[in-house]
């Protein structure tokens, strides 16, 4: 399943990277995120409940940002499995300044991810929307952090 979509945030691009690749931030924002904990190989162990449609499951497993290029961009790789299935993914972020507004920034990301058991029981239109939400209602929440 390709996944692609942008977010506007209400601040410069420093700022927005540091709210986006802070490991205690995302922990707070990630919806259903339960534990997210640094590893010694700079991944960090997750732990996270989701719901798509009546499939409900709690997932645990790995994120790594890789190819960190501060403050324009970055590539997230995720693998987790639980009860329901698995869920393995990587995507690339793009930070810029929003076009004629260099006090807001333009967050990009496109990537894929792949899931497997009960979970892709689902259908491919269902998990796609769930995903999208899952990927707004994150954003909202890095928004919050945002300071003010």
Not at 110 to 128: D, E
């Amino acid at each position: 399943m390709e996944l692609t979509g942008t977010h506007t945030f209400p601040a410069p691009q420093a700022v927005v990277w540091r709210v986006l690749t802070d490991p205690q931030t995302l922990r707070r924002t990630l919806p259903g995120c339960q534990a997210f904990e640094p590893r010694p190989d700079g991944s960090y162990h997750v732990v996270m409940s989701i719901g798509i449609a009546s499939i409900r499951g709690t997932y645990t497993g790995s994120v790594e940002l890789l190819d960190e290029l501060p403050p324009d961009s970055y590539t997230l790789k995720v693998a987790a499995r639980g009860g329901v299935g698995f869920v393995d993914g990587t995507g690339h972020f793009a930070l810029a300044p929003a076009p004629g507004d260099a006090a807001r920034t333009l967050v990009s990301y496109a990537g894929h991810a792949q899931a497997g058991g009960k979970i892709a029981g689902v259908g491919q239109r269902l998990l796609k929307a769930g995903a999208d939400l899952i990927a707004g209602q994150f954003f909202k929440a890095l928004e919050k952090e945002l300071p003010h």
